[in-house]
Nanobody
């Protein structure tokens, strides 16, 4: 099987920084897109940032200039550096990846368990 394991969430004051990590493990053959989503209480899950295997990235307008997504393909890991955090960034952050498993022919969508980010004012 394949697992996505996240780490790095926590409580931070407004203006502070956090770095999230998400590592894919198990029977991973290849990874295409990797990204981060978030879901605040009572809100729909939304895309925060995404990175494709060719290095292109895209960001939600609300985080442009403050968040940076990066990947270490050798480690099957994606990171989200979050700077200048605001209270409205408070949410559960989920890692997402399109992964082809060993001995399979297609890509499948995988999600991490989520990590809480809380920004106090």
């Amino acid at each position: 099987q394949v697992q996505l394991v996240e780490s790095g969430g926590g409580l931070v004051q407004a203006g502070g920084s956090l770095r999230l990590s998400c590592a894919a493990s198990g029977r991973v053959y290849s990874i295409n897109a990797m990204g981060w989503y978030r879901q605040a209480p009572g809100q729909q899950r939304e895309l925060v940032a995404a990175s494709t295997s060719d290095g292109s990235t895209n960001y939600a307008d609300s985080v442009k200039g403050r968040f940076t997504i990066s990947r270490d393909n050798a480690k099957n890991t994606v990171y989200l550096q979050m700077n200048s955090l605001k209270p409205e960034d408070t949410a559960v952050y989920y890692c997402n990846a399109a992964i082809r498993r060993l001995w399979s022919t297609g890509m499948a969508d995988y999600w991490g368990q989520g990590t809480q980010v809380t920004v106090s004012s």
